[in-house]
């Protein structure tokens, strides 16, 4: 494990040499990729490129090891014995819409519910949305303390009632910073035999994830959300739940035998079946490549530094008059933070960051049902990454300062 | 006009912006709407016509980021002016696409077709994503005339 100093890291990304000046602080958007990860997906295209299980040639046979090669460093990565449980997507998104088409819509009747966190992003709550517009069943949020954000656990035996019937569940919220008690939350549904799903685009890249121990049902993110490709994701499962999924996208390589009768025709086994089409070689390289980045760097180390700038961030954020925390402090120490002023637009928070070559996100952030619970627009957003620094967050409160200044 | 002026002359109107109402609009207030669902700023236009269809009074209301109200509030500047003009609809449809036009195109400068009130929207030319925020009240105004 090599030793971690963001100043350091930020020499492993390009990005950073042909814009020395940004303070890139939009990680939950997407993240910057190493030139690691840059290398890996060049050599798939130059050394490795060939279709993957379709081939008796030799690149073929190579292009077939390099695929499974990806998947099992995934499958590790993320703490699953078995790389055929680890299913690989577009995206996150796409994984959500895999299980809500593919596991749930097949069982659910009208009057189920399904429950959700209060912040989920909307891949994580349309394609639900879309279920019970269509079964008759209901979607459930678990309630949460509007001041705070933080989820009414007490307030919430319905989601482990009678009538509930999946979870779904972010590991770490993109727009509150918050994140949930997905442990025990996992444990709890498993007593009660109610799927649950966990939605970890956010969570992955800094925080160390053992599907195996943690006992969820499903576990999904995406490539971009850890330093790596665009267009990649994955999907993990256990064997008797992935078992389930109709396979939603048909196509090529998902199917071993092709019958007059549609009924009549023999999928392929997992994890194949989940996915048609010709698979992205060089995206889940370059996946696999990210994950094993984060390993060098190690997750103490990144946890340790996150919390370390989101306390600081936070800290000096309060101290600016007008400025509110959607969460409080000691709960969003995990990169990610959002805040608000009553008389400042966040689009005008932005502006001034963009004028000075700060990165942020403003606006609703894909979670329009959260932001309905609560009486503002949206909030600006600040996500940190590996290579932020002190410097990036003195940098942005200076310019929320004057932003304040300026418009208030 | 420099950047600097064009600057304070988009924060006066955003910090006192013309014919800015909190009231409801009354009966007879032609309402238009307009909404920016990416960042859920809303603004409404009351618009009071007479029965040959020339203004006599137009307000706003709004929730939104400081281009926003500006830009309502240099639109509201235009319609006083335009108050008691005969069928002052086409001129008003005219000026909207040659604002829109102008905000496209960043090399050119304010056009004689346009009010030089609208010259501090010239800062948005460089801001893309703000030009929607520009033109959420011009589209209001679409539904009303």
């Not at chain 1, 990565?77 to 097949?106: E, H, K, M, Q, R």
């Not at chain 1, 399904?114 to 979607?139: D, M």
């Not at chain 1, 008797?240 to 035998?257: A, K, S, V, Y």
Request: proline share 5%.
């Amino acid at each position: 494990m090599r030793a971690f100093s963001p100043d350091l890291i930020r020499t492993d990304f390009p990005f950073f040499t042909h814009h020395n000046d940004i303070a890139y602080l939009d990680n939950a958007a997407t993240t910057q990729k190493p030139q690691v990860v840059i290398n890996a997906i060049n050599r798939a295209y130059t050394t490795s490129n060939a279709p993957v299980s379709r081939g008796l040639y030799t690149q073929a046979l190579y292009a077939d090891e390099q695929y499974a090669k990806a998947r099992l460093i995934l499958c590790e990565f993320l703490g699953c014995c078995d790389p055929n449980n680890c299913v690989f997507t577009s995206s996150a998104t796409a994984s959500i819409n895999l299980v809500a088409n593919g596991f749930l819509a097949p069982r659910l009747k009208p009057d189920d519910e399904i429950w959700l966190s209060p912040f989920e992003h909307h891949a994580n709550y349309l394609p639900w949305q879309r279920l019970c517009s269509v079964t008759g069943a209901k979607l459930r949020q678990i309630p949460m303390n509007v001041n705070t954000c933080e989820i009414l656990w007490d307030e919430c035996h319905e989601v482990l009632g009678k009538n509930s019937k999946f979870i779904a569940i972010t590991a770490l919220s993109n727009v509150t910073g918050l994140a949930p008690d997905i442990e025990s939350l996992c444990r709890k549904a498993t007593i009660a035999s109610i799927p649950i799903l966990i939605d970890g685009a956010q969570w992955a890249a800094h925080h160390p994830v053992n599907f195996d121990n943690l006992g969820c049902d499903f576990f999904v993110c995406s490539a971009h959300k850890m330093y790596g490709p665009n267009g990649i994701g994955l999907l993990v499962g256990k064997t008797e739940q992935l078992e389930q999924i109709q396979p939603t996208q048909l196509g090529g390589g998902m199917i071993d035998w092709v019958t007059d009768n549609f009924d009549d025709n023999q999928w392929s086994a997992l994890p194949q079946r989940l996915e048609a089409g010709s698979p992205n070689l060089a995206g889940a390289i370059g996946f696999a490549t990210a994950a094993q980045y984060i390993q060098t760097i190690g997750h103490p180390f990144i946890q340790e530094h996150l919390t370390c700038l989101s306390l600081a961030l936070t800290a000096q954020l309060t101290n600016i008059e007008g400025i509110c925390l959607l969460a409080p402090p000691s709960a969003t120490v995990h990169g990610v933070v959002s805040f608000y002023h009553e008389k400042v637009h966040t689009h005008d928070f932005a502006q001034v960051c963009a004028d000075n070559h700060i990165a942020i996100r403003a606006g609703h952030h894909c979670a329009q049902p959260f932001f309905k619970q609560l009486n503002i627009n949206g909030t600006a957003r600040v996500s940190l990454g590996l290579y932020n620094t002190h410097n990036d967050i003195n940098r942005l409160v200076k310019r929320v300062r004057l932003a304040v200044e300026e418009f208030a | 006009m420099n950047e600097g002026a064009l600057k304070q002359s988009l924060l006066q109107h955003y910090r006192q912006p013309f014919q800015r109402t909190n009231g409801a609009f009354t009966d007879d207030y032609a309402i238009g709407k307009g909404r920016n669902t990416s960042c859920g700023d809303e603004v409404e236009l009351g618009l009071k016509l007479d029965d040959q269809s020339r203004i006599i009074d137009a307000k706003f209301k709004a929730r939104g980021c400081s281009v926003c109200i500006a830009s309502a509030s240099i639109l509201m500047t235009i319609l006083d002016t335009m108050k008691q003009t005969p069928a002052p609809q086409q001129d008003l449809q005219c000026l909207k696409q040659d604002l829109k036009n102008w905000l496209e195109d960043t090399r050119q400068d304010l056009p004689s077709t346009l009010p030089s009130s609208l010259a501090p929207l010239a800062l948005v030319k460089s801001m893309p994503a703000r030009r929607k925020c520009v033109m959420l009240i011009w589209n209001a105004l679409d539904q009303v005339i």
